[in-house]
């Protein structure tokens, strides 16, 4: 999917603007910048590697979508160090204190304005600090220039990003002017929900690919650490994808993933309900709307359309054998879908699922982020 590509190189150039700013050699164990806003995700369930979500020619249907969430997984983790590299170079500035700077970006040549203050609210909430980052030129529109916002304390460490991708790089296309990001991040043991540590992920307005039918518009993301297990669950939203019948298109990618970080193994489940569906039950969105169940459907279906008859139940299971629940993974990417675990160390995984739920797909569908200040 060439648009999923697409968030890889915008991210990445981005990542650039700040580390060509970077200062050297400045340490400070007063910086109240936190030194860690994410949480790292095991290689086994993130991916860069691409994958089609169909391909025709495919004999079995499962690794081909099992193979696109480790990638869905890598775009929100690539989001994160978007986050993270900026907020780490920023700390370079040595900064104790409220305190205001500029410095010009090598990668679009404008002057960014960044300005920081202490005792600030948001979300109903007072946050020790707030930062702002805007581009110079741009300061007069209706958004001000805003091109990122941060609330964060420092003890124990927890905030809220905000990020314009077209302020932070003012050459990006113009059809990411309205796209937006957002990470939380937290290792506040009241609010980590029994985790060490925990990341959410958010993106609205990402500009849909005409060519590509499985564009992604929407996406949100929770990570959370618990020692070297990590569990990962969220939805992507897809308005303009469909499987085999083109009907009624909107899929919601709806998933649930518990991974090792030592051993770098992974298992996931997936569901691929529509992206109307305005529920928060587990069994709707992973157990009516299954991978397995889904596909099956709409394999029928077609089989009904396009022979007038159903097709041979044996062989349909044969087909859709690795899109049983749950997929599994190593270092190497997908292995199985369903079955006998290839070791007894993915056991415990597996339990870790039932504990999970995806975001309601509707929801995820209606997400828009913007700027406390534009509210």
């Known amino acids: 999917m060439k648009t999923m590509k697409s968030v890889l190189a915008l991210l990445m150039g981005l990542m650039?603007?700040?580390t060509a700013c970077k200062k050297e050699n400045i340490q400070d164990e007063n910086n109240i910048l936190p030194s860690k806003f994410k949480v790292d995700i095991p290689s086994s369930i993130s991916s860069d590697t691409q994958q089609k979500l169909y391909l025709a020619e495919d004999t079995v249907m499962g690794p081909e979508v099992y193979t696109h969430l480790r990638f869905f997984i890598h775009i929100g983790e690539f989001g994160a160090d978007l986050v993270q590299e900026i907020i780490e170079t920023i700390r370079e500035y040595n900064l104790s204190q409220e305190m205001s700077f500029s410095f010009t970006s090598n990668d679009d040549g404008r002057v960014k304005n960044v300005v920081i203050v202490a005792n600030q609210e948001f979300e109903n909430r007072t946050w020790q600090y707030k930062m702002t980052i805007t581009d110079a030129e741009n300061e007069s529109n209706e958004d001000g220039g805003m091109a990122m916002e941060v609330y964060w304390n420092t003890n124990p460490v927890e905030g809220v990003a905000i990020i314009k991708f077209s302020n932070l790089n003012a050459n990006v296309d113009a059809k990411y002017a309205n796209t937006m990001f957002r990470?939380?991040?937290?290792?506040?043991?009241?609010?980590?929900?029994?985790?060490?540590?925990?990341?959410?992920?958010?993106?609205?307005?990402?500009?849909i690919d005409s060519t590509d039918r499985f564009s992604l518009k929407n996406m949100m993301m929770f990570v959370g650490r618990k020692g070297d297990r990590v569990d990962v669950y969220g939805n992507s939203d897809h308005p303009n994808a469909w499987l085999l019948i083109p009907d009624n298109p909107g899929l919601d990618w709806a998933f649930v993933a518990s991974s090792n970080s030592v051993e770098d193994i992974a298992v996931a489940e997936v569901g691929l309900p529509p992206n109307t569906l305005n529920t928060t039950q587990r069994s709707v969105i992973l157990g009516q709307y299954s991978l397995k169940n889904v596909l099956m459907n709409e394999i029928t279906e077609w089989f009904q359309r396009?022979?007038?008859?159903?097709?041979?139940?044996?062989?349909?299971?044969?087909?859709?054998?690795?899109?049983?629940?749950?997929?599994m993974f190593n270092r190497n990417g997908f292995v199985q879908g369903g079955g006998t675990?290839?070791?007894?160390?993915y056991n415990v995984l597996i339990d870790a699922l039932n504990d999970l739920t995806?975001?309601?797909?509707?929801d995820v569908s209606q997400l828009h982020i913007s700027f406390e200040a534009g509210k």
């Open 341 to 345: 675990p290839p070791s007894e160390d």
């Open 16 to 18: 650039l603007i700040f």
């Open 183 to 207: 990470v939380e991040y937290s290792e506040n043991q009241e609010t980590t929900m029994g985790y060490e540590e925990i990341m959410r992920v958010m993106i609205s307005d990402w500009p």
């Open 358 to 362: 995806p975001y309601n797909p509707y």
């Open 306 to 327: 396009t022979y007038h008859i159903l097709p041979d139940s044996a062989s349909l299971a044969q087909y859709l054998h690795n899109a049983d629940a749950p997929g």
